[in-house]
């Protein structure tokens, strides 16, 4: 108990007057915020890209494309292949109609806000089934596209990230002039991206003929897409791709994912250690400059363990100083920020928001406690074996 | 100079915090280079673009395809001197990850297009030979240890084949490289007339033009030339020269630069605190001797001096060494990044830019307390010590 005691005694002598080192403890402080800064500003990136993505799929959604093709850019399905897939088994049907949407996606180049360069925006011509087939997708800002006529409606986020997407105006793309008429939210998920019309105008416009690229379909349950898979996959006149739309979607999720957290990592840790390094010059000089009050506790009978307790608790309270701090900037500048890449697998726009999660944070502190506990467990070995004559002697 | 020695000393006063120093500044390099290196290839060869070249793509979007008969028509514009196509493949070698630049291209001439690829000549002649030949770059090949010889299966996934199949197998004819260290060479070559028969469906369209412009003629005029001539048409074209066709690509990714900077900017903001305390602290410890220099008679500019060059010295050893090594590294991650990330590189600009902000930092560092040592008064500095 007693040694408790004297750890308790001296840490708390050591923390009420760091206020006096306050100088080269603010180096310390500063060099572990920027730390979880870039870390949490880094990775929620991956994180926010990964929610928007992964918001859009269903387990009861299943999307039939083409085999082989890795998205719907890349994907091509007939007339036929498209009425097959309606009376396929697993497919919740609505009276006698099956709840499904064959879709045609394209892209067009409209200007981003940010960068006023040219964009791959995805254009994505839908049947009357598109929202019934999807969740949580909703208008909320002028009406519906009118089936035959050249009519958009555009997603919240593209029309927040990109030039002339206002519900009212029109745009030009080649030789067609289109009107976009609505808005729609789809809770931030991909589908937020796009601009939406008849798939038939579509077609039209883009010489597609009677050709579509995916299939959309509303599952009778979760369990129901192995039906639809083997009945799909085993007739020889499509033997398509069968894929939930979460599956869809964990997969164009995934290359951008691990690019970004490929970077981020090494580079957090990388900046630790600089940080670190940091971390240790101000202990050391802490350590220097409480030389004599060091000496004097030891000269009064502390031991050089509470010494060494003192040093190592200073030290990795300032590093959960910065990693609050840090943390606290990332999340004020960054959670939300919305920007827009060009996802490689599907080779055009996704729109998402930074998202600053609770576990990034988390993580951020054990980054912070573990470059405070390096930084003062050298300085604290220097500092319980500080030698009590030389160092009174020095005053 | 003359007093490097001196200096030198006073730097290593404290054996401890200066390498501490040094080690914070050094790895703050060690992320500058990388980050630069990283940065470069998100500017997608900018630099190498030739000015004379052109890219010739649908006015909507970019895959949308043009009518192969595009080509005389593009030919016989004024100031064009040659033009050549190419096609976007997209499959992968194995595993859908192994995505890279494979284009169906007219041999002949889309080699006259890039004479800054190399390739001995008789590799060159095999392929033109070989209906289902292909050529790699240096870097795919030596991604996926393929050589001369080798037969290489390529899944599509957008160009079944007319039986149905998705597999393409070509022979490997040749391996290129190019001399210049900032061009990428991770693109696999095949032959257009072999690609155009076998596909199930899009015959008759290519994916883009590339052209060269005569000596001396405007590319603007001639790329509004071309456009005009296809205006009005169901595949208009947009026409923009090699570097605008590669940043605007690039911007497609989003401000990947203004990421870069912040992190950077970080780093440095941090540096910057870590290395003034250091300068600031080994002033305050020195008050004593620096008045007796000064008693000495060194002036106040010399004492200025002084310290400002251990603060610009102790940048430059850990800047230099945190340099060197990003410089080796991305030496070593280029080949690796080579398929998905092509153009790693640390350019001489952002060498040269480094070693500004070495000197800047340490200028910026070392002034407050230079400042102060300089103002010293010697009275009042002896009669504290």
């Known amino acids: 108990m007693r040694i408790l005691q004297q750890i308790f005694a001296v840490t708390w002598l050591n923390l009420r007057n760091l206020p006096q080192r306050i100088a080269s403890s603010a180096v310390a402080i500063i060099g572990v915020a920027a730390v979880v800064l870039v870390f949490a500003a880094v990775l929620s990136m991956a994180k926010g890209f990964e929610r928007t993505m992964l918001t859009a799929g269903t387990e009861d959604t299943a999307i039939i494309m083409r085999s082989g093709s890795t998205s719907e850019l890349n994907s091509g399905l007939s007339n036929d292949q498209v009425l097959i897939i309606e009376s396929a088994p697993g497919v919740l049907r609505d009276g006698d109609d099956a709840v499904i949407s064959a879709e045609l996606y394209v892209i067009v180049d409209v200007k981003k806000k940010s960068t006023n360069a040219d964009a791959n925006v995805p254009f994505r011509g839908v049947q009357a089934d598109a929202f019934d087939v999807r969740r949580g997708v909703r208008l909320v800002e002028g009406r519906m596209f009118e089936p035959g006529k050249n009519e958009i409606i555009v997603g919240r986020a593209a029309q927040q990230e990109f030039i002339g997407l206002d519900t009212g105006s029109s745009m030009r793309f080649g030789q067609t002039e289109w009107d976009i008429v609505g808005m729609f939210d789809a809770g931030g998920s991909v589908s937020e991206s796009e601009l939406w019309t008849d798939v038939r105008v579509l077609q039209g416009a883009y010489r597609r003929g009677n050709s579509y690229q995916s299939v959309r379909v509303r599952l009778e349950n979760e369990v129901a897409i192995a039906d639809l898979k083997a009945a799909l996959e085993e007739d020889p006149r499509i033997s398509p791709d069968v894929l939930t739309e979460k599956e869809y979607y964990s997969g164009q999720a995934e290359g951008l994912t691990q690019f970004i957290k490929l970077i981020g990592y090494p580079l957090t840790v990388l900046m630790a250690i600089g940080a670190v390094f940091g971390a240790l010059n101000s202990m050391y000089s802490s350590v220097s400059a409480r030389g004599k009050e060091i000496a004097t506790l030891r000269a009064l009978g502390f031991g050089p363990f509470s010494i060494l307790v003192s040093t190592v608790v200073e030290s990795t309270l300032l590093a959960l100083i910065g990693g609050l701090l840090g943390g606290a900037i990332a999340f004020l500048v960054f959670n939300g920020f919305q920007v827009s890449t060009l996802n490689g697998v599907s080779f055009s726009q996704v729109v998402f928001d930074f998202a600053v999660t609770p576990d990034l944070l988390v993580q951020g502190l054990y980054a912070a406690l573990i470059i405070g506990a390096f930084g003062g467990f050298f300085p604290a070995i220097r500092a319980a074996r500080l030698p009590v004559a030389q160092a009174l002697r020095e005053l | ?385």
């Open chain 2, 1 to 385: 100079m003359k007093y490097f020695r001196l200096i030198w000393k006073n730097a290593w006063r404290k054996k401890i915090r200066t390498s501490l120093t040094i080690l914070s500044v050094f790895v703050a390099f060690l992320l500058y280079s990388l980050l630069s290196a990283i940065g470069y290839a998100f500017k997608g060869g900018i630099d190498v673009a030739d000015a004379e070249r052109l890219i010739v793509i649908d006015k909507i979007t970019l895959i949308n395809p043009l009518p192969v008969s595009y080509q005389n028509r593009i030919a016989a514009t004024d100031g064009v001197a040659s033009v050549t196509h190419a096609s976007w493949f997209g499959g992968y070698y194995q595993e859908p990850q192994n995505q890279f630049g494979q284009f169906p291209v007219d041999p002949e001439s889309y080699f006259a297009m890039y004479p800054e690829f190399n390739m001995p000549e008789e590799q060159l002649d095999a392929w033109k030979r070989n209906r289902t030949g292909m050529v790699v770059g240096q870097e795919l090949a030596d991604a996926y240890g393929w050589k001369v010889g080798d037969r290489v299966p390529i899944q599509a996934t957008i160009w079944t084949r007319k039986d149905g199949s998705r597999t393409w197998e070509f022979d490997l004819e040749g391996i290129f490289s190019t001399d210049d260290p900032r061009g990428s060479t991770a693109l696999m070559l095949f032959h257009y007339d072999y690609f155009d028969e076998a596909r199930a469906f899009g015959q008759g369209t290519v994916g883009w033009y590339i052209l060269r412009v005569t000596g001396g003629a405007d590319p603007v005029q001639v790329a509004k030339a071309i456009d005009s001539q296809f205006a009005n048409s169901p595949s208009e074209t947009k026409t923009s020269t090699e570097a605008a066709f590669a940043k605007s690509f690039m911007e497609q990714f989003g401000n990947i630069a203004m990421i870069v900077t912040l992190i950077l900017g970080a780093v440095f903001f941090t540096l910057l605190l870590v290395s003034g305390n250091t300068m600031s602290q080994s002033v305050r410890e020195r008050i004593s001797e620096l008045a007796v220099l000064k008693t000495l008679g060194f002036g106040d500019r010399s004492v200025l001096g002084i310290v400002l060059s251990e603060s610009i010295l102790i940048m430059l050893i850990g800047g230099l060494l945190g340099l060197g090594l990003g410089w080796i590294i991305v030496q070593g991650i280029a080949r690796q990044f080579a398929a998905f990330l092509p153009g790693v590189f640390l350019s001489p600009a952002a060498i040269v830019i480094g070693i500004t902000l070495m000197v800047g930092a340490g200028i910026l560092a070392g002034m407050f307390p230079a400042v102060k040592a300089m103002r010293l008064s010697i009275i009042d500095a002896l009669a504290r010590a």
